[in-house]
Every structure is written in structure tokens, then in C-alpha cells.
């Protein structure tokens, strides 16, 4: 295997505990703020020349959020490492029992295109500040950004512990039979099998991070410029190539008729009357993904947008109105700057078209009424929820991120990260005296021992007395 020889390199600089210090551990991170900083300028230039991103929505989303989960890393670390203690029963109370964090090992992390600096930084910042070594396989298909990582992130980090891979599908399955002692991948719920399956043959535990159609419902209650304008954000950001990007709309008839306007002025607001002059909207990342977008534009009716550039990869902003279920849009992520917008009778009808198909990565759900919010949260069941906007649940730290169900597997952010990437570890440390207080566990038994057993051992539920 191609392979063999890094993954055991990099296995050698674990077992010999090297990435275990907290000094080491913040060492590295500290590098990683280093790349960011002197390669940002290389970092908006990349993602620019893969597919064209704005370098206002590059800099937020590659540049500031990644600083941020590093910051919030760097602040927290040394409490996150600490053994965590834990309750004890009668027996053990004068011993040790806790939590040790220990890191899994040789990790790997297999990241997209869509935000390629993102979405193998951030788990990369959870694997190191946990302990571990790491292979990084960016995308192939964002060339100058697999590039300058490649190139230049060695350069930063220590290479007996980390590496980066560049790799294509062939490659990529060649990796995947060394044994990791866990995979993190960004990508679809199909190649997400095909990851599942490969880990299998090594019991390898993993997070997948995948996506899904998210629905926004829209009430008949609400500010429509205000839902217009935060709709149009998330789904046009990065041309629509984001996993949690609202992927259809859902409300009434009446509220597709006042959302339309709403809809076309937010959308000249953000882009001009022609967005394709426009700086502040990007490109589909390549040929292959463009046709398919393209090709959903069959689905109910253009309202607002439907122009498309192939030379230049350019899709407009576009709104689909009266779409079908059964329409090529409602088939598939779209993964696209389209929002179709199908109509339902009432928020019950919303529901229960939420409810029909797989769960997905984020429910957006929009009303003045905040009962309404509730409801399609209580009623529902997604990776993520945010009422009232879009997107916006993704920059909290706080907050775990991930899917559910056909979405994916697992979370990240801020401490989810460390989290993920830690075996938390069961320890108990007991005293080798006082050995009087086992004897009851020990044979021959008898009623006598085994009253004492429960005395001992039990947990009571609280709230609960005993009647002597």
C-alpha cells in the first residue's frame, strides 16, 4: 500500500507520546494561527481563482470563523484536558475514580471543496488540541487550495506528526485501507458509505459530516422583507454551495405571492440587477457540477433568475415557484444558488412534508409567533435548527454541528471537536488497604452479604425515603 509507510511514521510519533504534552499540543495550534495569518492573503487568491468566492464571504467563513474555533481551543484547552471526576458509591469513596482525555491516535480527515480551508481546519484543530497525529486529504477538486495546502502547511506543523495527502478517488481508496484509529469526513451521504464500510474492516469509529435537503418553512405571520433578505443570504452565500443552506421553501400560497417581490428586491439589494457583474457573488466549483444544477432548473417555474454562463460556470440567483415534490429540484440536494418554493396548506402540512423525507443537516423555520418556531422544533428532527434566519447557528462555538440520520454522524465545534476526537477514558484508582471493606463481595456468599452489597452498591432514586 502507497500508503503504509506514512501511516506508520506518523503511528511510531504517537505511541511515542510526543503530541500527548498540552505544551506541544498549543505549540501547534499556535502554528496553525500563524498559517492562517501570513496565508491569508494566498488563502483568498485560491478560493477566488477554484470558484470565485467573494473575499469578503472567503475571509468570515475560511479566515475568521477558523481563528475563532482556534481562539476558543487555545482559551479552554487546558481545562478540557484535565481528568474529569466523577461520583462515587459507599465502597469506593476512598479512592480515585475520573475521566482520563486520551487521544485516539492516527486520525484521518477527508474535506470538501465547498469551504476548504474551513472544513479540514477546524477538525484539525480539534484532533491536535486532543492529542493526536493526523493525515489531512483535501479535495481535489478545489486545485490552487489543494495546492497551497500541500505546499505550505508542512511548513508550518511538525511533519512526524501531521501530513497532508493529495489524492483523487483512487488514491483516496488506497488510503482508506490503512488502518486509523478514526476518520472525520466532509462530503455526501453516498461517499459517507463508502467511508463507513472502509473504517468497518478496521472497527475504526468515525464522524461524518454530510448533507441533506434543509426546509425552511415560512409562516403566514412574519416581517417578509426581513425573511426575504435572510432566506436569499443563505441560500446565495458561496453560490449556494453550502451543506446547510436552506434547499427549499415551504409556506402557503399567499406567502409564495408576498415572498416573490420580497425575494427579487433582497436579491438586487445583494447583487445588482445583473449578478453576474457582480463581486459579491461566486462561481459553481466545476463542469460536472454546473450541468447538474443546471439541469434543476426544470422544476416548476422560473420566478426570479434562470440565467446560466457554462463558460463561465455562472448561475443566477434563482427562485422556482409552484414546484412539485416530484420535481427534478425536490429530488436531490441542490447544492446550487436555487430556491425552489413548494406551496403546503398550513404549518401542520409543513410538518408533516419535514417529517416524510430523510432527516436532514438544518430546519429553518421562520415566524413572529415563537409558538410556531416551537412547534416545527418540537415536531421535527434535524442535525441543527435556527428560527428567524439562516446559516447563523454555524458560528456559535457553543453549539454542537452535525447531522442526523442520513445528514451524518457525530458533531464538532469548539469543545464537540476536542470531544470527538478524545476516547474519554473510565478510570477507577483504588487503595490497596482496607481490605475488609471487598470481603462482602468476595465468596462464599450469603443474605447477610448480599444485604450489605445493596446498601453499598445501590442507587436510590431521589426523592424517594425508606420506612425503617
Known sequence: NPYAGLVSHLRAAWLSGKTRPMEYRVAQLEALG???????????????????????????????LCKNELND??????HWMKDEHVDKNLVTQLDSAFIRKDPYGVVLIIAPWNYPIHLFLVPLIGAIA????????????TKNIERLVAETLTCYLDNDCF??????????TRLLENKFDYIFFTGTPSVGRIIMTAAAKHLTPVTLELGGKNPCYVSDTCDVQNVARRVAWGRFFNAGQTCIAPDYVLCTV????????ALREAITEFFGSNP????????????????????????????????TDEKERYIAPTVLADVLPSDPAMQEEIFGPILPIVVVANMDEAIDFINARPRPLAIYAFSCDSKVVNQVLERTSSGGFCGNDTLMHVTLTSLPFGGIG??????????????????HRGCLHRNMGLEALNALRYPPYSQQKQGLLTTTFEIKRKGMCTLL
Open 406 to 423: 442520513n445528514s451524518g454522524l457525530g458533531k464538532y465545534h469548539g469543545k464537540f471537536t476536542f470531544d470527538t476526537f478524545t476516547h
Open 130 to 141: 486532543a492529542g493526536n497525529c493526523v493525515i489531512i486529504k483535501p479535495s481535489e477538486t
Open 163 to 172: 501530513a497532508v495527502v493529495t489524492a483523487g478517488v483512487e488514491e483516496t
Open 254 to 261: 399567499e406567502m409564495q405571492e408576498k415572498l416573490m417581490p
Open 276 to 307: 453576474q457583474e457582480s463581486p459579491d457573488f461566486g462561481r459553481i466549483v466545476g463542469d460536472k457540477q454546473f450541468r447538474r444544477i443546471r439541469a434543476l432548473l426544470r422544476s416548476g417555474r422560473v420566478a426570479i433568475g434562470g440565467q
Open 34 to 64: 500563524r498559517f492562517l495569518d501570513e496565508k491569508k492573503q494566498d488563502i483568498l487568491e485560491a478560493t477566488a481563482l477554484d470558484m470565485g468566492k467573494p473575499s469578503f464571504e472567503a475571509y468570515f467563513t475560511e479566515i475568521l
Open 73 to 78: 481551543t487555545l482559551n479552554n484547552l487546558s
